[in-house]
């Protein structure tokens, strides 16, 4: 009746959501390819992402990986009518309140522990057969843990062992499935299946990215085990502090007086480092070049896989305009300052990686082999509160501490106070061995596209060839990637 086109997203940006607009034309997806698709696309590389893939291995809000296609921004919605649209932001994680008296940690963990039970009953309705991903990790665990008290019958859990005990978390995983009586499966994989897997899980990008090929392999074993819904712990790095970065922002924060008033030594500092292609002294340099120990100058170096000068060596991607982050970020400078520290890295996380790479990567290889992830930790509401929780409740004796202690006695001490694990794969050894070939291949077609310099980047790929440790396998990867996903899917 009122002629209009309502497109919502999620407050978290859990699902993306792109669209595309000419003269007699407005298409929407939650997947790039599902406008190319349409064959109303131009299939021509946005340039100016480029740079934003490269240095962050995901491109952000507005723009896309290709040319006049936008990203609607989290939180936000649009009404399209006669041709017009106005775009509506409803939600912001920066304007986060939660009316609460935070001085009480017993109260808080309380109020805590009710939000993650209310977010985990939230997404354990289906009608369909549903589990959960269980690393054996504090995460993981403790979604499990508050399934199976919210559960009728045993939860259905999945994990994945490997013969290599430097990879295998299998121990871990069987603990917490034996306390909570869960259905458990586990499958032994060889480090190589995800060799094997490589060309499925590239295949299944929707848009380039630098991670996924983990969470693809992950997917679709749990997708053949029979299920087709399952909960997934990841978020919980990113609510309760788990990255290193959180620590040292925290203490930088606290001798941000001395930051500022070392400010002309610092700059003087940065410019006598010399720069002989380690990523390690070209991040210490921007740092100490910094103006202010802000969220907004500290985060994107902290989150750059290839910095703005060995940007301008091996590609015509000149640092002339800021990121997206770096915009973003700038512009929710003031709102964000108003948070405790810890909860500033969490929100610039949310902002940057976590809605840009983590989530699509999680949405778009488990949705390749038809399995739907829920992710508990990105509750709106749970987020809000956690966010403004102060920082002497959250910084942590121990990872995760609030967390933790705000679940009790679920968890159990091998558990909690273990070493942290990952999917920590020898690419650096495999692009050099069995996927010299595929990489080869795809650096030299690369490297004859208008905006690389091409002498610079294969004699880029030589020196990662010969072993030199200030190139990592990250850094060529990421062109890799670009130079596979712009010819499967025909753009130029």
């Known amino acids: 009746e009122q002629h209009e086109l309502f497109i919502e997203r999620d407050r978290m940006g859990v699902k993306p959501l792109y669209f595309y607009q000419a003269d007699e034309h407005f298409l929407f997806a939650s997947e790039i390819r599902g406008l190319l698709a349409s064959g109303l696309v131009p299939k021509k590389l946005n340039e100016s992402a480029v740079q934003e893939f490269l240095e962050f291995q995901s491109v952000g809000f507005p723009h896309a990986v290709i040319k006049e296609v936008q990203q609607v921004d989290a939180g936000s919605f649009l009404k399209i009518k006669n041709g017009t649209i106005s775009v509506t932001k409803y939600w912001d994680v920066v304007s986060s309140k939660a009316d609460f008296d935070f001085s009480d940690i017993r109260a808080v963990r309380s109020?805590?522990?009710?939000?993650?039970q209310q977010s985990v009953e939230r997404r354990l309705i289906s009608d369909v057969p549903l589990g959960a991903f269980l690393s054996g990790g504090i995460?993981?665990?403790?979604?499990?843990?508050?399934?199976?008290?919210?559960?009728?019958?045993?939860?259905n859990t999945f994990n994945i062992g490997f013969e290599e005990k430097e990879f295998d978390e299998s121990t871990y995983a069987s603990l917490i499935a034996k306390k909570f009586n869960t259905k458990h499966t586990e499958v032994r994989l060889q480090p190589t299946v995800f060799l094997d897997e490589l060309n499925n899980a590239l295949n299944s990008m929707d848009t380039p990215s630098g991670d996924g090929v983990n969470t693809y392999v992950v997917s679709k074993k749990i997708k053949q085990s029979g299920l087709t819904v399952a909960l997934s712990g990841v978020?919980?790095?990113?609510?309760?502090?788990?990255y290193p970065f959180f620590f040292h922002y925290y203490k930088l924060k606290q001798r941000e007086r001395i930051w500022d008033i070392t400010k002309p030594f610092r700059k003087l500092g940065s410019k006598m480092i010399p720069l002989n292609g380690s990523v390690q002294k070209d991040r210490i340099k921007q740092l100490l070049g910094s103006d202010s120990a802000s969220i907004a100058e500290m985060y994107p170096v902290f989150r750059q896989i290839i910095s703005p000068r060995l940007m301008s060596k091996l590609t015509t991607q000149n640092k002339q305009e800021s990121s997206q982050i770096e915009n973003i970020l700038a512009l929710q400078g003031r709102a964000i300052e108003k948070f405790p520290s810890l909860s500033q890295v969490s929100i610039a996380e949310y902002l940057g990686y976590t809605q840009h790479t983590l989530l699509k990567d999680t949405d778009q290889m488990s949705m390749?082999?038809?399995?739907?992830v829920r992710e508990p930790f990105f509750d709106h509401e749970l987020v809000e509160f956690v966010l403004n929780i102060p920082d002497k409740h959250k910084y942590p004796a121990y990872p995760k501490q609030l967390l933790v202690e705000s679940l009790g006695d679920l968890l159990p001490n091998e558990i909690v106070h273990r070493k942290k694990q990952g999917f920590l794969f020898p690419w650096n050894v495999w692009m050099k061995g069995q996927l010299r070939g595929f990489c080869e291949e795809r650096i030299n077609n690369i490297s004859k596209r208008s905006f690389v310099h091409e002498e610079a980047l294969k004699s880029r790929w030589e020196q990662f060839l010969k072993g030199d440790p200030s190139v990592r396998w990250m850094e060529m990867w990421l062109f890799v990637i670009l130079e596979h996903w712009l010819e499967k899917n025909n753009v130029s």
């Open 368 to 372: 390749a082999v038809s399995l739907e």
């Open 139 to 155: 995460d993981s665990s403790a979604v499990v843990a508050l399934m199976a008290q919210a559960s009728a019958g045993p939860v």
């Open 235 to 242: 978020g919980g790095d990113e609510l309760f502090a788990g």
């Open 111 to 116: 109020r805590l522990f009710e939000l993650l």
